[in-house]
């Protein structure tokens, strides 16, 4: 309200007390005259005359003591802030800035309703309808002064704010379109903030554009939702980006922003490339070169699509096996090797890219694809079943017994050999077994290699001739050919023959061994055949090694521990193993000699029952003997640990007790 001022404290007098014309404005000390002061009527017009001056002064009295040429003030306008624009059937809030608590406001609403003022002079008005506005004014009963000038507050409805869509992250020289919808019928502007000025205005599908700062604003659009089509030009996350709608000639208030849109802008990096390597097998490690690396790459992730494979190095930086892949980071220049060997036989389709620690930089589409046979590495040993062929049980027999490595069972009949003999050798392929040589009660000795599936039970098929007609023999196996070792035809011999695992054809002469002798044990390592014991007439403690790849006669590898004939031969990886055999009477020995190591055998152990004639069987991680001749033909399958010094467990039985057969395994 309009401040007076006051009067300063007087002693009270009355109008006898003062003379005419001694009070003149010199009289009075400016603010010594207060209204208390002041009895009521005790001053009057008729006391004052013109020598009181009292234009300079200000003088608060009540009412009641002035009697004559007084003008009553009026209250300050009341001095409203808060935004004139609202949201149609929305709220907002005004403050009267110089509000007091003893005034009254009288506040008059059209199309919207007012709130109570509060304590701090705010008042809240909602929008009912139409154009809203209102007036106020400051009132009071007690101070005599009179209401303050009418303020007019008029108001702007302000458009409903736009929806923006979300395009997807893209790379830096790609169109980005964004689709506004207008939600209120009454705009005919809409301005897209881009948050930023990095971007050129390519078009809009309806109306006109243009670009203004950070915003594009389009107007003339015919349908509520313009697609408006940019381009960023420069990498980065732009995550302000936003829009609102407006009204040009002001009769409505600007919207309120829609909900806020973020967008990566990146930059995608170059595929790198891959090599091709030779097809391989699961022993043999193979190494893959990436190339063509992208300069802004920070990792190189190779992607072998498969878990099965063993992680060995990268050719710099650091790698690591994650799932199917091999992450590699810190590399130098723009290619690296990795190098991995696979675990499983398949066929493996591997690829690469490269990826980055920055978002402005998208992992690079995948390298061409590279597919790379993985066979089964040659392994003598088997690890599902063994097989034993012919023999003799009281007469000449063909049957193929079959039994599992991992159960304590009877043998099951997997088929025939095409001729029935005894003393015959055998041979082991990846998928085939095969019986060689072999003899017949009548004297006759066969030069027949039979041949038979490991997986389908039939009779075996004739697969070639050996050399010579020969019993008594040995046998071996590469990866490649199956070799047959001295024998008797006629007399001891010590011919090698060698036949191919692949084609049907006459065995060739592969050398010879140290000693001419039959009835030897057979072994075989991955690059060397081995022959033991043997029969010369006395009986033969000699280990021979003969070389798969050369022919050449064989080499003394060492002794026994005791000389021996017609005993079973087994090989693990590293070491060939002689089973039990004849000398006067049978044997139960196990003699252990190292496939690398040129010494004398050690004793690993004993066969359940002494025998000879036997089969040796090799298995992963056990061999295996089979049948046998100990005053009777024998059933027995033993089994005994390549790696511990014991007596041979019972393993089952083969379901034709016999001798001198032949073993292979699968």
Known sequence: ????????????????????????????????????????????????????????????????????????????????????????????????????????????????????????????????????????KATTDNLGLDDSSLVTKNMVVKLTAPTISSPADTTVTTNVVYTVTSTDSNDDKIILDMGTSNFTYQSVDVGSGSKVGNTVEVTGFTTGNPAITIQFTALGTYASVKAKSTKIDGTYGDSDYSSTDSILIYEQLSAPSLNAPADSDDATAVTYTISSINANATKVIFDAQSSNFTYGSVGSGSGSKVGNTVEITGWSGTSVTVTLTYTTAATYSNRANVTSTSATYTDSAWSSTDSIIISASYAFQGSNYGFTAGGYAGGTQNVIDKFAFSSNTTATDHGDISVSRYLVAGQTST????????????????????????????????????????????????????????????????????????????????????????????????????????????????????????????????????????????????????????????????????????????????????????????????????????????????????????????????????????????
């Open 431 to 666: 998928t085939d077994g095969y019986t060689s040589g072999g003899h017949t009660p009548g004297g006759v000795n066969y030069d027949t290699i039979d041949k038979f599936s490991f997986t389908s039970n039939t009779t075996a098929a004739d697969h070639g001739d050996l050399a010579i007609t020969v019993r008594g023999l040995g046998g071996s196996s590469s990866q490649t050919h199956g070799f047959t070792l001295s024998g008797h035809s006629g007399a001891y011999v010590n011919t090698i023959n060698k036949f191919a695992f692949s084609s049907n054809t006459t065995a060739s002469d592969h050398g010879d061994l140290s000693q001419t002798r039959g009835f030897v044990a057979g072994h075989s390592s991955s690059d060397y055949g081995f022959a033991s014991a043997g029969n010369v007439a006395p009986v033969s403690d000699t280990i021979d090694r003969f070389n798969y790849a050369s022919n050449t006669t064989g080499t003394d590898w060492g002794n026994l521990t005791v000389a021996r004939e017609q005993a079973g031969g087994c090989s693990s990886s590293t070491d060939g193993f002689t089973s039990g055999g004849y000398s006067g009477g049978s044997y139960n020995t196990i003699d252990k000699f190292s496939f690398t190591s040129n010494t004398t055998a050690a004793d690993h152990g004993d066969i359940s029952v002494a025998r000879n004639h036997l089969a040796g069987l090799s298995e992963t991680n056990n061999g295996f003997n089979a049948g046998g001749y100990s005053g009777a033909n024998s059933n027995v399958i033993d089994k005994f640990s390549y790696s511990s010094n014991t007596t041979a467990a019972d393993h089952g039985d083969i379901s034709v007790a016999r001798s001198a057969l032949a073993g292979s395994q699968y």
């Open 1 to 136: 309200m309009a401040y007076l001022g006051k009067v300063p404290a007087l002693v009270p007098i009355d109008a006898t007390d003062i003379p005419a014309n001694s009070i003149d404005a010199s009289k009075i000390i400016d603010g010594s005259i207060e209204a208390a002061d002041i009895t009521a009527g005790s001053i009057t017009v008729d006391k004052l005359n013109a020598t009181l001056d009292l234009s300079s002064k200000t003088v608060t009295l009540p009412a009641s003591s002035v009697t004559a040429h007084a003008t009553t003030p009026t209250l300050d306008s009341p001095s409203i802030t808060g935004t004139l624009s609202i949201d149609s059937g929305g709220t907002v809030t005004h403050t009267i800035g110089n509000w007091s608590e003893e005034l009254t406001y009288v506040i008059t609403p059209t199309n919207c309703t007012v709130g109570s003022i509060n304590t701090s002079g705010e008042f809240v008005i909602t929008h009912t309808s139409g154009v809203p506005s209102y007036t106020i």
